[in-house]
Structure formats: structure tokens, C-alpha cells
């Protein structure tokens, strides 16, 4: 019982008459590759070529057919030019003797027939009429007979698939791809695991090649001849050695869901075991596409668009151990520090401990491996945007290691404040092309209206989806109970949510509250398995929304997370969570320490942990993996003065958390309305909606900002070069592309720019030729916006010569603009017209003068667009030394909230820590230029960037070298009880550690004591 095959595929002619073809050879070696490494013990023959002459298949055919054994199984396929008179043309084919030197199908069938084998299959991919680049021939006379030569197919299993009607030609994919039958062919008998039926399976073809043909727009319909006795199977065909060698361009492969499949991409398997643990299922069609289809580990670059939860950062995690496998640098650029602290994490645990590859990461953190970056000392980065940049900016020769960039989250180059970097590093990545710098690129990003020519700009290919794992029903819901949604099939729909006479208002004023307990409730009564999330769209609010959910609805704690929790230095956050936890809720805001906010995901996450419902800020929404089985939004628009309504993105990154994976069958999202007329205008505006296209963050009111940041990207340029800058980014490829006077007005404008930066020492020319001064570069490379760069300047020219500490320097930081829209809270009195402040909040500007001075008071006064703008930056200022210094959170917040209401909180002080130490070194090196002499050293900069980031005193810092990972609170026990540094914790008796950090904590630092 043997299996024997031949495959001819004849793309040249020795006829000159008769027209090569491209991709029949293709076709041949594809299904011999395939069916050699699936079918062990296959006799099969490839014929391409010279070697495919009429003699030679006549032989093979004699061969296969007549020599067979009663229960062989032959398989026969053909892939070239066939005649209008149903001849098969070969290499040594003349058109002046065709009779002589063709094969006549009928020839074909009667062999077909005469075979002893048991079952015969034939796969002809040519055609009977028409014109190249169609698999014709025309050239011989037409047969009078149009019979069709394949109706006398008779006998036990035989199956004849030809790739068109007798009187139809038969198409190839342009550009070299394979004949659409061919195509069909190896697709589907690659698909499913183990056998497929074969009559299932050449329905599934027929249907593909119509439908392929349909697509490229001709009319192309295969026809299959035959019978089948009882179950004809055929093993499901796996690409393997043969395929790779064939196809050296493809890797060769394609894989199928099962991770371990990605072995023939050369992943060593623990790594495969690593993936397979986490997840079982294997990979998603997204992520199938993009190996398969778009070829991401044959370093091809690829732009992603799809849902949220959809398995995207997957797709880049792939790429980049590829790359790494490869010996190259991968890169992945995220947004957060958070989520780089995140990957980086699970990086070290997945690939660095095990595997031996070096993690790194730079998110401007004292513990970042900056030089390690530099120094090419890494197998994969994980960098927040702003540090690639920065890094890549000013290191040119940093890019030319890498060989693959990942920047995830990509649809942040939409966003007001930091589009701008991420449009700056792709243009900072495209313009290496021209030096020959080319790494991969992996653009993520989340679900756009429109792609509006990213990829066209990127010069990559896409792939765009909005399948979503778990379907996800959106509506709207009002104070009567109705909800008005668009099912997961895409109807809109109006039903009863919550019974008449569920939602009773509490307090003078209707509020979310009087929906949100009866609806979660509700929820949670037919479904206790379900995990809620509500967005709020301020800290307060969210803490407060998780504290009467955690009264009302008296759910269970948790299990053991109390002790997981930090225990010191406290914040009022800190103990408003422990409530909410007692009552099984939780909220995650930006006033819990980064240690809390990952237990609230993990309790949150995790099926058995039992914390149900999250109250959380709009933070949660981007890359965070917290999915909900429903998310309810109870605002539709940003706190604040600058409060703008969410974007439909926006809302639809939130509402896309619901949907949990292998939990709900369907995520569900509800966004409150008060009145029936509210959820009309809400249901169209958001649930109807179309998302708003990707859009470049350049704005012509920022071109200075731009220009200088480009100029740093570049060194020495002519001066008529300079809009080719701009015309490179991604906003500048678009006004081209829509405006043809773009450029030219667009040079008018800069020379006018260039001009001025000259006049303020920004910029100097030397023969037609541009370049930043000293001054220039500083200004280009940092990250302050150029408006504020000027506010800076003027500032520190404006104080008196000598000595600016680093203390001073980050306090005149807060008379820029960057600073203003950090939110403090003041307390104002009186109606709107005549608000004042409340005396506490005045008397700031005199503690601050006293701590400062009164030249850098009399800064804060300057360019203050109100008097509250110039009391708040008094205050951050206060309140960023007393965290620097050590102060404990609690007396922070207790000194310097003025009002309940409006509390100041963790939040708060983490918000201007951050921001400082955002801006301070490029305000230092702006500094540096213009006091040549007096400014602080690099040292003392980066001992207060230490400061800032960990809120501890100077001399408190030796402790952060005991490693682990202490909480601030634990610094400070130790630092209060006289022990600053490691050496001394070291040297101090375990008894009396126990006693300040408790006896767990101390037998983990026991581990981490130096031999
Ligand atoms: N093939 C898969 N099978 C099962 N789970 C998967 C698969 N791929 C990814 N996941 C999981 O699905 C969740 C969402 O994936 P991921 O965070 O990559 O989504 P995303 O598309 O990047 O979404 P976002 O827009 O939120 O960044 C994660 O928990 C991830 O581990
Ligand atoms: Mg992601």
C-alpha cells in the first residue's frame, strides 16, 4: 500500500511562441515540499522545467499509473500551460506540432482510469483559453468538440480538480505568488490536525478559488471530476525541510495555532513550553496572520491595528525573540514606565534568568541601564518613548545596533501632549533608512477609524482588525433602566436593565451612585463569577465609588492580601484601599504606590482571588491587562479645567476591557446617561460613532518646538533642506501628499524661523549651511516644549549670577507651563466671579520665600496667568522638598490640604515628583550653557533625580543599595532609626531590624545580606 506522487510545473518554453509563466514551478515544488515532508514513505517526483519534456512525463506517468498496485494511491499534478483544444504543454512543446509534442488530456483520463491503484488523485492548474498572465495557450486551432474532456472520470477514488471550466482560463496571484488553485490547494490541506477528508476539503477549494478570482476580478471557476467510495482522508500537510529548503525567502513556514510549531522558526523549546503555559489555546488569529501572512519573523515590518485584548503585544514579543535568536538587539518602546517596569519583569523571568539574554531598560528610573544601552550591552530593551528618544537623539550611533524596534501602543501619537515623541522617533527611524539604518519595525496600535496612510508613510505593511476574541456588546444606560445597545452581532437593540423603580436618588442631587449600586448589584446577583470595572474620571471619585460599593454590597474579602500590602509610610489612599478590599472591592487611581496598584491588577485578574468590582481612573485603559467581564463608564468626559469630552478611541479602549478570555462568553459596556434624550445622544455619538482617524500630532502652532527637535535630530544641514525635516514626519507627508503648496509656503515660513533662532543664538549658519549652537542642541533635546524652553531661559538670566543649587533649579521648573498643568489642590472660596483663596493657601509664597528666597518667589509671580497659578507653584515646591527630604506621606498630606473635599493625596506628590525629574536634567544643561560657571555638578543632578524618585533625603540614599524591593516607607524606618546606609543595616543585629521592618521582611533582606 504505497503512496507514490509525481508534480510537474512548467514555467519555461523551449518554443519561443509560447509565453513563459511565473508561477507553476512554484506550484509544483509547494505541493511536492509539502506532501515529501507529511506523507512518510511517499514515493514523489518533481519535474520542473527542462526536466518536465512530454517524454519525461509520459515515463512518470507509465510509472505512477500503469505500474501501480491495486492499493496504491497515486497523485498526479500539473501546473503550466494548457491549450484551448485541452492539451497539456510542456518544455519541449512545439506549437508547430502540437499534436505530436502535447499531452491530450483525454490521454490523461484514460490513463486515470487505467490505473490499477485504488485511489488516484490529479491537480491540473492551467487553463483552456484567454491570455497571459492566465496559464493559456492559444495558439493552436480551437477544437471543434468542446466536450469536456473529463466527464468519463469513472472508477474507485478518483478525484480530478482542475483549476477552471473547460472553457475558462486559469489565474496566477501577480508578482510571482501561485496559481489560485495551487494556493487554495496548499491552504486547505495544511488547515485542521490530523486527516481531513478529502471531499470536504475540495468543496473548501472550489469555493476559494472562485472566491480568490472574484477578488482580483475575473471569473474562475474549478471544476472537479470524480468519485470517492467511502471516506477518502488525506493527512493534513505540515511544511517541514523540504518546504524551508524550497523556500528559503518563506522560511518555508507556515504554523498552525499549536505554539510548538513555531520550532521551525528555530524557537528553542523552553521557550515554546514557556508560551504554550501561557497560552493553551496557542496563537490567535492575529497573531497567525502575522506569521503567516505578513511574515514577522522573517524580519518583515508590519503595522497592527487591532482591538484592545486582542494578543497584539504578543505579536511584537515574538518578532523580538526572533531577532534576539538572530543575534540582533530588539527594542520595545511603551508608553508608561509602568508597563516597561511590567514587560521588564516578565522579560528577566522568561528570557533572562533561563535563557541567559540580557533585559535592560531605560524608563528614567535611577536603577535604568542607560549604558548598557549605549553600549550595545543587551539582547532587549524595554524604553518608555520619551527615553528613546532622548537616547537615540543624542547617541546617533545607539540605532545602528538594533535590529528590531517594537513601539506598542502607537495610537498614542494622536495624543495632545505626547504625540509629538512618538512621531518624532518613527520619523527619527525612517530618516535612518537613508544612512541604511533599517531595523524592523512593529508599530502597535490600538483600534483607528482610519489609517490614513500611517503605513504609506511607515513603508510598512498592515494588517488591521477588528475582531475582538470576545464579542463585546456597547450601550447606554438611563436613570429609568433602559438600555439602548448594539448586540455583539451588530444589532441595535432596546431592552430593560434594571427594573422600574431601581434607581432611587440618596441625596439632594441625582448622582451615578443611585445607578451604579443597583446595577452592580444586579450583575452581580445573576452572575457572581463576573468582574466589574467602573471608569471614573477623577482619583476621588473612583476611591469613593469603591467605598459605597464595598458598604452596600457586603461582599467577601479577598483571601491573604493584606499581607502582600505595604505596611509603612502610609498615604489615606493607602487605608481607604484596605477598606475597600475588606468589602471585596478595589479601586487603582494614581494615589496608590506602584507596589499597591499591581496588587489591586493581580487580586483583580485572578479568578480565585475574589476582589469583583474596580473602580479605576481612565489609566487603566491602555496596555494594562485587567480584562472585566463588564465595564461600566459613569462619565463621558475628563475632569478639570481643560476637561474635554473622551474621544471615541478613548471610550472604546475602556469599553474594550470588557470581555474576559476563556471567562465570559461576551464583554458588556455601559455607559450611564441621566435622561432618555441623554442616552439618544450618547448611544449615537459614542456607540454609532465612527473612531476618529490616526492623526499626525504636528500643529502649525508648534513648529519651533518641532524644527529645533528635528535639527537635533540631524547636525549640519543646508539651509533649503530644512523643510525636508518636516516634510518627513508624519504630518508633513500628509500636507504634502493633500497640499502641493505645502512646501513651498512651508519654506517661506522657516526661513523666516531660521532667522529668528539665529537672532536668539538657537541656531548659526556658516555658508548656506545651518546648525545648533550649544544652546540649540540642549534646547532640542530636551523635553520641554520651546515656549517653555524661553520661559526657562529668561528665567535663569533673570537670577543673579552664581550658585543655583539643584534645589532651586527644580524649583524655578515650576514656573514652566509643563509644571502649571500639574494638578495641586487649592482652595478657593466665593462664588466664580470673585473667587478667592483661602488664606492657608495664600501664605505658600511666604514659607517658600523663606525656604528659597525671594528672587525665586518673584520667578514664580512672573508670566503667571493668574494669582492662583503663582500660589499653586509656591506650593509644589513645598510640597517637593518635604518629599524629597523625607517627610512622611502623612504629614504631606495632612500639612498641605486646605479642604476635605479636595484632599491633597499621594497622587498629587508623585504627580510633581515625576514631573520635576521629567524636565530637570535638560533644564540643568540649559543651565550649564548660559551659567558657564555656578550651576550644580552632574553628580549633585543625579543624586536629587534619586531624591525625587524615591522621596528619601540625600543621606538616606546608601540604603537603596541593601537591593530588594523595600518601599519608601521601609527606607524611612530604617533611616529615622539611625541607619543610613547598607553597611550599617548590615552590620546591625537581626532582633533590631525585625522590630522596624517586621520578621518577614527581615528574612528577606537576610537573603540579600553580602556574603
Ligand atoms: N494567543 C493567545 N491566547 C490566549 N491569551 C492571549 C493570547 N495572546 C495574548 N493573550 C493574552 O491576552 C491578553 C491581552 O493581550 P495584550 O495585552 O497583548 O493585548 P493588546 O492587543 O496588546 O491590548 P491593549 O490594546 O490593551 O494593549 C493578555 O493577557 C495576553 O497575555
Ligand atoms: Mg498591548
Known sequence: MAISATFIGVNKYSDFDIPDLTGAVRDATALWALFEDSVPGIKAELATNQQATLENVRRLLDEKLALADPDDTVIISFAGHGSRDHRLLFY??????????????????????????????????????????????????????????????????????????????????????????????????????????????????????????AGLGYTQTPVHYGLVEGGLTLPVLKPGKHYAAAFPE???????????????????????????????GGLNDLQLSAVNEKRILEGKSLFVVAPTSSGKTFVGEMAALKAILKGQKAVFLLPYKALANEKYEQFSRLYGDSLGFRVNRCTGDWLDGTGAFLNGKYDISLLTYEMFLGLATSTPSALN??????????QFITDPQRGIVVELLLTLLLTAREKNINPQLIILSAVVGNVNSFDEWLGVARLVTEKRPVPLIEGVLDRSGTFQFVSAEGAAKTERLLPFGAV?????????????????????????????????????????????????????????????LPKHDLTSSSLKLRKCLAGGTAFHNTNLFPSEKETVEKVFRDPNAGVKVLA?????????????????????????????????????????????????????????????????????????????????????????????????????INRLDVVKLLANTYGGFLAAKNYPEWREQTTKKLNVLLDEFIRLELVEEEMGQVKLTLLGQVCGRSTLAYPSMMRLINLLKGLSVGNLSVKALAAVIQALPELDRINIPMFKTGRKESRKLAATETGWAARAAAEYGQEIVRAFQKNADNFFAYYARCKRTLVLDDWAQGASLESIEQNYTVNAFNAVGYGHVRGIADATRFHLRAAHQIAAVIFIEGTADENAIETYLKQLEEGLPEDALGLLEIGGNLGRGEYLALYRAGLKTADEVWASPSEKIAELLGAERTAEIENLRPA
Open 92 to 213: 519541449n512543446t512545439q506549437t508547430a506540432f502540437l499534436e505530436e509534442t502535447s499531452l491530450p488530456m483525454s490521454e490523461l483520463v484514460e490513463r486515470f482510469n487505467a490505473s490499477p491503484a485504488k485511489t488516484v488523485l490529479c491537480f491540473l492548474d492551467c487553463c483552456f483559453s484567454g491570455e497571459a498572465p492566465a496559464r493559456v495557450f492559444a495558439a493552436s486551432p480551437v477544437a471543434r468538440d468542446h466536450a469536456n474532456p473529463f466527464q468519463q472520470v469513472s472508477g474507485r477514488g478518483r478525484v480530478l480538480i482542475a483549476a477552471a471550466n473547460f472553457n475558462e482560463k486559469a489565474y496566477e496571484f501577480p508578482s510571482g505568488g501561485h496559481g489560485l488553485l495551487t494556493d487554495a490547494l496548499i491552504k486547505v490541506l495544511q488547515e485542521g490536525e490530523g486527516r481531513l477528508d478529502v471531499q470536504t476539503a475540495i468543496a473548501e477549494v472550489m469555493n476559494r478559488v472562485r472566491a480568490a478570482a
Open 250 to 280: 518563506l522560511g518555508g513556514v507556515s504554523v498552525g495555532a499549536d505554539l510548538s510549531e513555531l520550532a521551525a522558526f528555530g524557537f528553542p523549546s523552553p521557550i515554546l513550553q514557556e508560551w504554550t503555559i501561557r497560552f493553551g
Open 401 to 410: 545596533q538594533i535590529g528590531l524596534v517594537v513601539v506598542d501602543e502607537a
Open 504 to 564: 432611587i436618588q440618596r441625596k439632594k442631587t441625582p448622582s451615578s451612585q443611585d445607578v451604579i449600586v443597583p446595577l452592580v448589584k444586579q450583575i452581580l446577583a445573576q452572575n457572581p463569577g463576573e468582574r466589574i470595572i467602573i471608569f471614573r474620571n477623577a482619583r476621588g471619585p473612583a476611591e469613593g465609588c469603591a467605598a459605597y460599593l464595598a458598604d452596600e454590597l457586603g461582599l467577601a474579602p479577598p483571601v491573604e492580601i493584606l499581607e502582600q
Open 616 to 716: 479605576s481612573t481612565t489609566t487603566l485603559a491602555a496596555g494594562i491587562n485587567t480584562p472585566a467581564s463588564t465595564v461600566i463608564l459613569a462619565e463621558q468626559e475628563f475632569k478639570g479645567d481643560d476637561g474635554r469630552d473622551f474621544t471615541i478611541a478613548e471610550y472604546k479602549n475602556m469599553a474594550g476591557r470588557a470581555g474576559r478570555l476563556g471567562y465570559s462568553e461576551e464583554g458588556k459596556s455601559i455607559i450611564l446617561a441621566d435622561t432618555a434624550y441623554s442616552r439618544e445622544y450618547l448611544f449615537e455619538k459614542y456607540i454609532l460613532g465612527s473612531l476618529e482617524p490616526i492623526r499626525s500630532s504636528f500643529n502649525a502652532g508648534q513648529t519651533e518646538t518641532w524644527i529645533l527637535r528635528l535639527l537635533a535630530q540631524t547636525g549640519r
